[in-house]
Every structure is written in structure tokens, then in C-alpha cells.
């Protein structure tokens, strides 16, 4: 199978991915002989800016275990055409999960180590959600796995899309009364798991020392629901 | 040059990107002959998994004219070996900007409609830096280009890790008191602009009707410092 007809066998199999709502503004082409013009008109544009030709090709360009990446074609309100990279990995899988774990009226953040970005950051438990599990199981399971920790109470905090320019990746987010925190996960790069009460926890945000994006939605949403 | 060579190519010119922690990290291997092992070993795993051994390739995996995804061979923590990916961006080290603008003591909120997930999201004004501008200059442009806003006064929030993620530039958050505004930008997506009060904002937070990470985490900010009181005085 060609590269495009993969990504056309892709985009009939996930039609919610290719949805081209009225209004939108920009429209996904999915008709062959219109991508090839686009491709065309596109790689022109890259090689005058010194870029390969190849980086026009429509398709799924990138695909791990973890990743997948395509290339639409679209047409923009004014008419003109243009390709653009996005990321659907979790969308065709399930969403990420991560959990606000509080322990006896105190918050439990953990330290990570990011490998983007080369340094722990504060964060609290979560990850990609295995397939065949629900949100709530895999909540579950990713607190037993990460801080050996039992779940008393969980309640669903909403959904969050870290970065809708990028990808259509969501996480849905959990607020979770736990049981006694257990050994951490330090394989995969957790080094220390610490409770702290409310108002350190913002002191932290206001200061800068939390900047994790999931940490502020997860916090913020327990607060707003008056779980905190 | 070899996938690999651009890979070493790419690691020299950028040291800070391949910093190897003391302990309880993930360690970055550049020695080639243990990158080779590091693959053979993986590949052996997918391959058990059925899944293909180039998922196993370490170098430059993906390339376009925003950015690139690095697959990194590491050792975790107890030693063991695997393979790691990060996407890094064309302009490396620009961070994204994100603005929480207020106008007569209401917030400004955009109906935008994203490519990436073919729905609307509530949101407010964000984009990509430039290694031109300033994350300041960056913001004024972006208010500018997405609804026609000129800003009286633009007070920084700090740095945002967007996350869990693949990249690691971030965003700079801004919170900024409108002087004007006008008609949302089409071409960027965005169909209507809402003037919301804070209780509106607050439940449409709470009720899962705004679902974007950057406007969330502005929200708080602002909050925590007190910058919603400040408006209403």
C-alpha cells in the first residue's frame, strides 16, 4: 500500500479526525488528484526556501509505538492550499490519564525527570492510557504503578488538550483520595514523591517551582469543584 | 551523511539538549558502539511485540521545516537500556505565548476551531515565539493578529511546561488589560470572541466547556496573584 492510500485508508477509518465542519476555515482535501496539486504547489514553495521537496508529501509521515504524525492537505478560508503536521496518536488509541492524588487533606506531587527537557520536573502520577482499559482503570492502575498507592475515592476531573495546535491528543484528569503512598516508580524516572498542604502548592505555582501544565489544569478544576 | 552523523552533527551543536543528569534520570548514550547495542536490543523487543524493528532506530527519525523528532538511546535508571523519543523544534529554545486579556474587567475568549483535533475550543489568544521578537513584542503581535487588540498593560505569568509532551519549549503566559479589541481573526480559526465575566469563566472551567491547558493554566496564574481583584477595583 502507497503512502497516501495508508493515510486514505486511515482518515475512512477515523472520520472523526477528518471532520470538515461548516465554518471551519480550514478544509482537509481528501480527494487524490486535489492533494497531488497541493503537493505540488507546496513542495515549489519549500524547495524556494531551500527545504526538501519531500516534506509536502501527504500522508502518516511518522509512526512509533507511541507517535503517530500525518500530513493533510487543507485549503485555507482565502482559497489557498497548504500541507499541515499533526500528531493523532492518543486520538486513535485512548486518551493519557493523570491523577491529583490527595493524601490525609495534602496534595502528593512527584519529581520526574522529563527526557525533552533534560530536568526533573513536579508532577503528579499519570501517563499514556493502555488500551482496552477505561479511563478510571487506568487511573488505577497508573497510581499502584507509580506510587503504590490505593485509591479511596476517585472523582473525574474533566478532560484537558495539552496543546491543540499540535496534536489531538486529550487527558482526562482525575482527582483521587488515596490510601498510604508505597515504593515509587524509579525506573521510569521518578525520584521522590512528596505531600504538601494547599497553600504550598500554590505558593509553589506562584513562585515557579510547579510549572507543569497538568499539575495547574488537574489543581485548578479541584479547586473550582471545591475538592480541595 | 548518514542518519546517525546528522544525529552527532545535531547533538554537538546543541550540548544543553543531551545534558546527562547525576542519578535517576534517564542517561543519554552517544558512545556508538553501545547506541548499537541499545538497538538491536529494542528492535528485538518490538520485534516480540510485532511491531517493526525500525521503530528501534536511534538519529533524526523525523523532519519537516517546523521541527524534528530526535529517537535518543538512554539507560533508565537501573541501568537498563531502551529508546526514548522528544520532538524539538525548528527554533530551538522559543517558547509559545499565551495571553489572558481583560477588557472593562472581563475576559476575552476565543472560539477557534484546530486543525489538529477538526473541533472548536474555547480558548484564549496563543501562538509560537520567533527568535526575532521578544516573548512581549510576540505577545502585542498575537493580539494584534487574533482579534485586533491593542493591550494598555501586559504583565508576565511566568514559564509554562506544556506537557506531557514531546517538546520542550514551552510558553510564556501574559496577562493583559485590553484597550480595544475587534473582530476575531478567520483565517487563524477563530469564529467568535466572547467577553466573559469571572463566575461565567470560572464554571465554564468547572463544567468542562473549556478544555485547553494554556488557557487554565493562565487562569491560575492570574489568580494566584490577584490580578482579577486588581481588575475589578
Known amino acids: 500500500m502507497s503512502m497516501l492510500e495508508e493515510y486514505l485508508a486511515f482518515a475512512r477509518q477515523y472520520p472523526a479526525l477528518f471532520e470538515n465542519p461548516p465554518e471551519a476555515g480550514l478544509t482537509i482535501i481528501l480527494d487524490v488528484d486535489e492533494i497531488r496539486r497541493v503537493e505540488d504547489e507546496v513542495s515549489q514553495r519549500l524547495a524556494a526556501q531551500g527545504f526538501p521537496a519531500a516534506w509536502a508529501q501527504v500522508g502518516i ?19 489557498t492550499v497548504d500541507t499541515c503536521v499533526r500528531s493523532v496518536s492518543a486520538a486513535v488509541q485512548v486518551p ?11 496534595v502528593l506531587l512527584i519529581r520526574h525527570f522529563r527526557h525533552e527537557a533534560r530536568a526533573w520536573r513536579w508532577e503528579i502520577p499519570g501517563g499514556f492510557g493502555m488500551p482496552g482499559m477505561s479511563s478510571e482503570e487506568n487511573a488505577r492502575r497508573e497510581l499502584a504503578e507509580e506510587i503504590g498507592a490505593a485509591i479511596i475515592r476517585l472523582i473525574p476531573l474533566g478532560c484537558v488538550y495539552p496543546d491543540a495546535f499540535s496534536g489531538a491528543d486529550s487527558i482526562d484528569l482525575f482527582f483521587a483520595e488515596i490510601g498510604t503512598p508505597g515504593a515509587i516508580e524509579s525506573q521510569e524516572g521518578i525520584t521522590e514523591a512528596v505531600t504538601l498542604p494547599v497553600q504550598t502548592i500554590e505558593q509553589k ?12 489544569v488537574a489543581y485548578t478544576r479541584a479547586k473550582l469543584q471545591g475538592l480541595l | ?42 528492535a528485538q523487543k518490538l520485534s516480540a511485540h510485532g511491531l517493526p524493528p525500525s521503530f528501534a532506530q536511534v538519529g533524526i527519525v523525523y523532519e519537516d521545516q517546523y521541527g524534528r523528532i530526535l529517537r535518543d538511546a538512554v539507560r533508565f535508571p537501573d541501568g537498563s537500556p531502551g529508546t526514548y523519543i522528544r520532538f524539538v523544534s525548528r527554533e530551538v529554545g522559543v517558547p509559545g505565548v499565551v495571553i489572558l486579556p481583560l477588557y472593562q ?35 502585542r503581535q498575537l493580539l494584534l ?57 470560572e464554571r465554564m472551567i468547572r463544567e468542562n466547556e473549556i478544555n485547553d491547558g494554556f488557557t487554565i493554566s493562565a487562569y491560575l496564574h492570574a489568580k494566584l496573584q490577584g490580578l482579577f481583584e486588581q481588575a475589578q477595583q
Open chain 1, 61 to 79: 509521515v511518522y509512526q512509533d509505538q507511541y507517535v503517530m504524525l500525518v500530513r493533510d492537505a487543507v485549503r485555507l478560508l482565502d482559497g
Open chain 1, 96 to 106: 493519557g490519564i493523570f491523577i491529583l492524588p490527595v493524601y490525609q487533606g495534602n
Open chain 1, 205 to 216: 505555582i506562584r513562585s515557579h517551582e510547579i510549572t507543569d501544565m497538568i499539575v495547574l
Open chain 2, 1 to 42: 551523511m548518514s542518519a546517525l552523523q546528522d544525529y552527532f552533527t545535531f547533538a554537538q551543536l546543541h550540548p544543553e539538549l543531551f545534558v546527562n543528569p547525576s542519578a535517576g534520570g534517564f542517561t543519554i548514550i552517544l558512545d556508538e558502539a553501545e547506541m548499537r547495542d541499545i538497538e538491536t536490543f529494542m
Open chain 2, 105 to 139: 474587567g472581563n475576559i476575552l475568549l476565543l472560539r477557534r476551531f484546530h486543525h489538529a483535533t477538526r473541533r472548536w475550543h474555547l480558548e484564549i489568544p496563543a501562538g509560537t515565539g520567533s527568535m526575532q521578537l521578544s516573548s512581549e513584542e510576540a505577545a
Open chain 2, 145 to 201: 493578529r487574533d482579534v485586533e487588540a491593542t493591550a494598555d498593560s501586559l504583565v508576565p505569568l511566568g514559564q509554562l511546561d506544556v506537557g506531557p509532551g514531546m517538546a520542550a519549549d514551552g510558553a510564556k503566559l501574559f496577562y493583559a488589560q485590553l484597550a480595544s479589541y475587534g473582530q476575531g481573526n478567520r483565517h487563524e480559526g477563530i469564529t467568535d470572541v466572547l467577553c466573559l465575566d469571572l463566575p461565567t469563566f
